[in-house]
């Protein structure tokens, strides 16, 4: 790597610790941890000194929750002790290495399922990275495509022809938005721009022909004919192929070497695989996918820096490769040579006003990265690589099984070369990685149904440091999810995944911290933990109206110590969140803060209760786990209801039903409590679980219109409604058995 002159080069990237963020929070730290401490010790006298089955079993519950939160809480604060804000200087960057000089990028992009990932959007993200501001034929461009569809295919073989006019286009007009739905779409674009209606007809042919080629499920006739070599790839579509079982297919779209756009320049090179898959090998899902983009790329450019993105996360700033750049040429050559990613936030456009499902997930995304003091997990797109970290420790490079696909091999041959081609789908074979280190020490890890993380988690581990890179212009879009059981089953994927981190032989509780000290072994031991967050919630929404129903007290009374204790340690725990939350970047709201909070509940009740379950009876050996591909196709009228801020219940699903029991369980507690209170039959020992109630229920206000008030799809469908309602009953009339 060429770099820099020496002490005279300008920076490229500035670090500030805020000081004042972290005296703060460390402050406020020291006294709520005494304060757990105190409940802590609490709940464990009082367990000493239940007298019955009944109060031995209530005093257990809170402090095994307790004990849940008080980590959850102490983990939750690594990211809060070295706050780290970043500016990049990607202006000095030519001064630093010339444009000669820059590096090749490959840039992969995943697919997995024609569907659920309509081929145009895919385009459309191939399209606005293929067009980044850089030397183009230093770019190449991977599509991986599980779905093993000949429509995706197709559709990019519509976009290499309209690449030839787009990118110059882009150029001569020097539009940000580079994918072609996003730029058509807003109303920023120029109309009167130079080609303007010429190229929008363009796109809108190109667009038709691959919705209708999706619709119809087959290629269009008319372009059928046989003998053009480039259709040749398509006869791999026997009536034997199936998702699941094919051979490889894989085609050069665009050879940098060879096509030029319409104004005479280089072209990045575009490339279609989609890896053969057999039903007796285990195919590993998203990380098995990038690991074989990640061989193929080797054989045929093997460029040192990738850019890995999500079939549906496009390039909203072409300025982005350049950003990166400014950290992978640090002029520190210690932080250079250990640099392993650069991740960019994921963030989602067409987000509703007040984000009723907190899908900005800004804690995930936004704020706890900037306090991880070896840089940020692997978020799974919209990271920049090193090649070389993915092949070992910092210190000691592995060897492969074909050394042309070492690290630090250049590629020189073409990529249409016989040679090349034969190599890369020799690479591709469903059984290639029998027998090697893919997987365990190269590569994307398998193991997770969270690759991403456990991936970074692993990189990390064997001693390489990331940095996290939020600039004020979404560097990548994805697209939001509009409905709440989209979310809900995305979190239980991530959920099973962390629980396999969680238990597997690398736990970050134990080989993490082992690996790289307390702070980071917390962080990222806090989002194994996570699904464990169901622990608390349901012993909170649960128990405490349970017992207010049969009007026994089991919080401290009004009068007592103890009560300003449980509410220093509620409101203290949600005002430092409120202002962690407004202080986590532009168009933090109270609302919306509020509904984050809201879905950290929800989801504790759903989603990391019915993992938890998945996840035991893959453990038991009576299921296996698959990766539930999100739905990125839009429904017209849960668009409309998303956009209205109106919940979406519209699915029969476990996750609601205990979801719905919660509702109804603190609704009638609730009414029960207050009119006791207000009869006076209770001296203030009620009061706690009274607000606890009533905290439920303001939360749970969207199921109570959606059970009963609601007639349009986004209902609680009238069976969930019923075995909720048959459930709460159960659990009331149990909790008032004697005892
Ligand atoms: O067998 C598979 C399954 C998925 N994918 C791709 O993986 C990506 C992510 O899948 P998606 O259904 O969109 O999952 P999300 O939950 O939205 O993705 C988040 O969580 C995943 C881990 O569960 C990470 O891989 C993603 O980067 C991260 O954005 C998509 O591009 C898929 O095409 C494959 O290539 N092969
Ligand atoms: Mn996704």
Redesign the pocket.
């Known amino acids: 790597m060429p770099i820099g002159k020496g002490a005279a080069a300008p920076p490229l990237s500035s670090s500030k610790l805020l000081l004042g963020a972290a005296a703060a929070y460390r402050t406020f730290a020291a006294v709520y941890s005494c304060a757990i401490i105190s409940l802590l010790c609490y709940h464990i006298n009082r367990l000493h000194h239940s007298t019955s089955l009944s109060s031995s079993f209530v005093s257990l519950s809170f402090l095994v929750a307790d004990l849940v939160l008080s980590f959850m809480w102490v983990a939750s604060e690594s990211f809060r002790m070295f706050p780290i804000k970043r500016e990049e200087f990607p202006e000095n960057l030519q001064k630093v290495i010339s444009k000669e000089d820059f590096p090749r990028v490959d840039i992969f ?5 024609p569907y ?2 309509p081929p145009i959007g895919v385009v459309n993200t191939a399209l606005s990275v293929m067009a980044y501001d850089y030397p183009a034929e230093k770019l190449s461009v991977f599509v ?1 495509d ?2 093993g569809s000949k429509i995706t295919l197709f559709a990019f073989m519509e976009a290499a022809k309209f690449a030839r006019h787009w990118l110059p286009f882009c150029r001569e007009n020097k539009i940000m938005e580079r994918s072609p739905e996003a730029y058509f779409g807003s109303d920023r674009h120029n109309i009167n721009s130079q080609g303007y209606q010429l190229i929008k007809a363009m796109y809108e042919g190109m667009r038709s022909r691959v919705d209708d080629a999706l619709e119809r499920g087959e290629l269009p006739n008319d372009n059928v004919d046989g003998d053009q070599e480039e259709w040749k790839s398509f006869s791999a579509w026997t009536p034997a192929f199936t998702r699941l079982n094919h051979p490889s297919v894989l085609q050069v779209l665009l050879d940098k070497d060879r096509d030029r756009d319409v104004t005479g320049s280089s072209m990045p090179n575009l490339i279609y695989m989609s890896r053969e898959k057999n039903e007796s090998f285990h ?4 990380a ?3 690991n074989s983009l990640l061989r193929v790329s080797a054989v045929m450019t093997n460029a040192p820096v990738i850019l ?6 496009r390039s909203n700033d072409p300025g982005t490769l350049l950003r990166a750049l400014c950290y992978v040429y640090d002029p520190n050559p210690d932080i250079r040579s250990r640099l392993a990613y650069v991740q960019f936030p ?1 963030r989602f456009d067409g987000i509703n006003r007040d984000d009723i499902y907190a899908g900005e997930m800004r804690r995930v995304f936004w704020s706890n990265p900037t306090g991880m003091v070896y840089g940020p997990d692997y ?3 919209g990271c920049f690589f090193r090649r070389r970290c993915l092949f070992g420790p910092p210190g000691a490079c592995l060897m492969l099984e074909n050394p042309k696909m070492n690290p630090d091999q250049v590629a020189t041959s073409s990529v249409h070369s016989d040679e090349v081609m034969r190599l890369a789908n020799h690479v591709m074979a469903c059984d290639y990685e029998e027998g090697t280190n893919w997987g365990s020490k190269a590569g994307f890890r398998y193991g997770s ?5 456990y991936t970074g988690y692993r990189l990390q581990c064997e001693g390489w440091r990331s940095v996290f890179c939020n600039p004020d212009r979404p560097a990548f879009l ?1 697209g939001a ?1 509009f409905s709440l059981i989209d979310f809900l089953n ?1 979190q239980k ?2 959920d099973i ?1 962390l629980q396999e981190v969680f238990f597997s032989r690398y736990s970050p509780i134990r080989f993490g911290v082992r690996s790289m000290g307390l702070l980071m072994g917390l962080s990222y031991s806090f989002y194994a933990v996570s699904p464990a967050w169901s622990v608390p919630m349901t012993v909170y929404s649960l128990l405490p109206p349970l017992a207010l129903f049969n009007g026994v007290s089991i919080f401290p009374k009004v009068s007592e110590l103890w009560f300003l204790l449980y509410l220093f340690l509620f409101i203290g725990a949600y005002l430092h969140d409120l202002t962690d939350f407004l202080h986590s970047g532009k168009g933090a709201t109270f609302r919306r803060w509020w509904n984050d909070q809201r879905m950290w509940s929800i989801k504790g009740l759903t989603s990391s209760l019915v993992s938890t379950v998945e996840y035991a009876c893959k453990a038991l050996g009576i299921s296996t786990l698959s ?6 196709m839009q429904d017209e009228d849960q668009s409309r209801r998303y956009e209205q801020g109106k919940f979406d219940f519209g699915a029969i699903s476990p996750m609601f039903v205990s979801l719905g029991t919660v509702a109804i369980v603190n609704l009638i507690s609730l009414t029960r409590g207050v009119a006791s209170i207000l009869g006076k039959r209770s001296e203030g020992g009620l009061v706690l679980q009274v607000l606890l109630a009533g905290f439920v229920v303001v939360n749970c206000w969207p199921v109570y219109g959606a059970m009963i008030l609601r007639n349009d799809k986004g209902r609680l469908p009238t069976k969930v409604t019923v075995v909720s309602a048959i459930t709460a009953s159960g659990l009331l009339t149990l909790s008032t058995i004697p005892r």
């Open positions: 992009i995943c697919t997995a399922d659920r990932e991986s599980d779905g195919h590993h899902f998203k098995g996918a990038l890995t993105l999500d079939c549906d996360m994921q978020f799974g797109t149904l969270v690759e991403d993380f994805g999810l995305q994927r991530w995944g990766f539930n591909i999100t739905s990125k």
